[in-house]
């Protein structure tokens, strides 16, 4: 696959029993945003990681390796390499074994670096942009750095991966008693932490509890778990390598999890939650949100004893309000635009597409009755509000229609997009909004919104039916990919009819319309 020329992004990344999974996971949020509104990503990786491979792949990304000792400089440069052969117009690097010569190499190698880091383990900061997602980022971390530098810190930035941002709004409903609980200790777990919180499981002593335990792909302990808890008769369910964690998130009442990445998911979903330190860098996260009341920590593993786990997890399952305080608190520090605020300052314009909810009403009703919209519509009449309501509320009700509200990265709505799905194919609806209109919004709208309806729904084609003088919609359908087939008659109006067919395998498709109600 040649993807040169197609503004790259080259990812440095390893992952594997000792590294754990979350710096690919996070890495994977990026990369996803990227392959959504920029362009194309390649993974390097210098460890053998076959679960992050596959999951890399099954994304579309493609996957390499080079053989040297990673942070090494024969490392950094076969990256900068990678990153000349393709093209790439920014470099990421994320672990701990990156240093500042590591830096140095990519930088003097004329490339756009964004360094991800956690606790200012390097003794030099050469890269243009330094993320550190943390809520204990500081900036006294980073005093050895270039003038150039720009620092993103702090849980402004965390960085979520697709299937999280489409929770955005989502506002849990706290039970009187939680009983659904998910256990989640880490890709690898290569000290088994997960078994000792299976066995505090068999103390819980709550009427109707059950259990969701989440063990990433490279965890060696899968069977010896899925045996004791057959053998313990517990209400557990094992499950492996799982690739939509947000549901399970949204379905848990409660979780128990280490310091690392998942703590940032679960302040985003709202999930109460109780952490166990597996590891240094952990302690900092762990005591940080322990604070300021989003979690409790219960400190470093090996000085757990069993009872303590289970009676810390009884006392947060019977307290509604302390789960309450919880889960407002994690949800008003994480909103999910970390990653369009990453990209942003990197220099890329970027949307955010978030579901619509009932907050909304009155904003799509504004742009639907804004001049230019109803002029070149197929109903020139302004719409009434109840009318509207009605309508909104319907569509909302509606499993075949997607309504998606475009954000820029300081979270102002840009614009809305509609696909109405009709057995195969969806027909489309559009609007800008009047300041951001003439500003390139229209065409990057159109192709993230096909590109999530594709990935949300069974559909093979997308239609899009325009007025003839519509010249810009015109221009933003081609610019996005798609094809005029004919003219149309709708309500007594010529329109021209434009057709966007999904490709086979990964769709990197785009589609867009203007068709309004």
């Known amino acids: 696959m040649s993807l040169v020329g197609n503004n790259v992004l080259l990812v440095r990344v390893d992952s594997g029993i000792n590294l754990g999974s979350g710096h690919v996971m996070r890495c994977l949020a990026l990369a996803q945003a990227w392959q959504d509104g920029v362009g194309d990503v390649v993974f390097v990786l210098a460890t053998e990681s076959p679960n992050a491979e596959a999951r890399l792949t099954a994304e579309g990304f493609e996957a390499l390796h080079i053989n040297a000792k990673p942070g090494s400089a024969e490392d950094a440069r076969l990256t900068m390499k990678l990153a000349h052969k393709y093209g790439a117009s920014w470099v990421v690097v994320d672990g701990y074994h990156f240093g500042g010569d590591y830096q140095k190499i990519i930088k003097e190698a004329g490339l756009n670096l964004l360094f991800i880091d956690d606790y200012g383990h390097a003794d030099y900061y050469p890269a243009d942009i330094v993320l550190n997602q943390n809520i204990h980022a500081d900036e006294n971390l980073y005093r050895n750095r270039a003038s150039y530098t720009k620092l993103l810190l702090g849980t402004r930035y965390v960085l979520l991966r697709r299937e999280f941002l489409r929770w955005q709004g989502y506002r849990r409903e706290i039970p009187e008693i939680a009983r659904k609980m998910l256990v989640t200790m880490g890709g690898s777990d290569p000290q088994n932490v997960t078994l000792k919180v299976l066995q505090a499981l068999k103390n819980i002593d709550i009427d109707g509890f059950e259990a969701v335990c989440v063990v990433g792909g490279s965890n060696p302990h899968y069977g010896s778990l899925k045996d004791f808890v057959e053998t313990a008769n517990l209400p557990v369910r094992i499950e492996r390598d799982v690739k939509d964690m947000s549901q399970l998130m949204a379905w848990a009442d409660v979780a128990i999890t280490a310091g690392g990445t998942t703590c940032w998911e679960l302040t985003f979903m709202g999930v109460p939650f109780v952490i166990v330190v597996l590891a240094e860098n952990q302690q900092l996260v762990a005591d940080s949100l322990d604070n300021i009341g989003c979690a409790l920590n219960l400190e470093w593993h090996c000085n757990l004893p069993s009872f303590r786990v289970s009676e810390s997890l009884m006392r947060l399952m019977r307290d509604q309000r302390w789960r309450a305080e919880m889960s407002q608190c994690g949800q008003g520090m994480v909103d999910g635009k970390g990653v369009f605020r990453v990209l942003s300052s990197a220099g890329f314009k970027v949307l955010n597409l978030r579901p619509a909810y009932k907050e909304d009403c009155r904003l799509l009703w504004e742009w639907a009755n804004d001049a230019v919209v109803r002029n070149y519509s197929f109903n020139l009449d302004p719409i009434p509000w109840e009318e509207h309501v009605k309508w909104f509320n319907e569509r909302l009700n509606d499993p075949n229609c997607l309504i998606f509200i475009a954000e820029d990265a300081d979270g102002t709505p840009v614009g809305q997009i509609r ?67 004919g003219l149309y008659n709708i309500k007594g109006y010529n329109a021209e009819h434009y057709v966007l067919v999904r490709k086979k395998g990964f769709s990197k498709s785009h589609c867009f319309g203007y068709k309004t109600e």
């Open 419 to 485: 696909f109405e799905v009709t057995g195969e194919g969806a027909e489309v609806g559009v609007s800008v909004d009047k300041s951001k209109r003439n500003l390139g919004y229209g065409t990057l709208l159109i192709e993230q919104g096909v590109k999530e309806v594709f990935r949300s729904m069974i559909i093979k084609s997308v239609h899009a039916f325009i007025k003839p003088d519509n010249i810009g919609s015109i221009r933003s359908f081609e610019k996005a990919g798609f094809r005029y087939v």
